[in-house]
């Protein structure tokens, strides 16, 4: 199992509808995607235009090849790219352990 983690940078005074547009672009697109296991959203306190997103895929390339590279990439960034103040940045995590 492989974690994206995503930091993500909006636009001042757009978290209402950057919250609606992920969760939309998650449950609508992303959820279609070749090895998507589940994805969850936090909005930082101190920081409020500023999100993690985690997505945990089956495999890296489940991300970078099949989902960077196809079709629903280009739908998922037509959703929430609007809202963005810098382009996300973009890591990727394995599995130590379990507690």
Do not use: C
């Not at 940078?9 to 992303?30: M, Y």
């Not at 993690?52 to 099949?66: G, M, N, P, R, S």
């Amino acid at each position: 199992m492989i974690l994206e983690l995503a930091d993500i940078r909006i636009q001042p005074g757009q978290q209402a509808a950057f919250e609606e547009a992920i969760q939309r672009g998650i449950a609508s697109v992303i959820s279609r995607a070749r090895g998507f296991h589940g994805a969850k959203v936090n909005r930082g306190i101190e920081s409020p235009e500023r999100y993690v997103l985690q997505i945990f895929w089956a495999t890296l390339e489940d991300h970078t090849v099949a989902f960077r590279g196809g079709p629903l990439f280009a739908e998922w960034r037509a959703i929430v790219g609007p809202f963005f103040a810098a382009p996300p940045a973009v890591e990727h995590f394995e599995l130590v352990s379990k507690p």
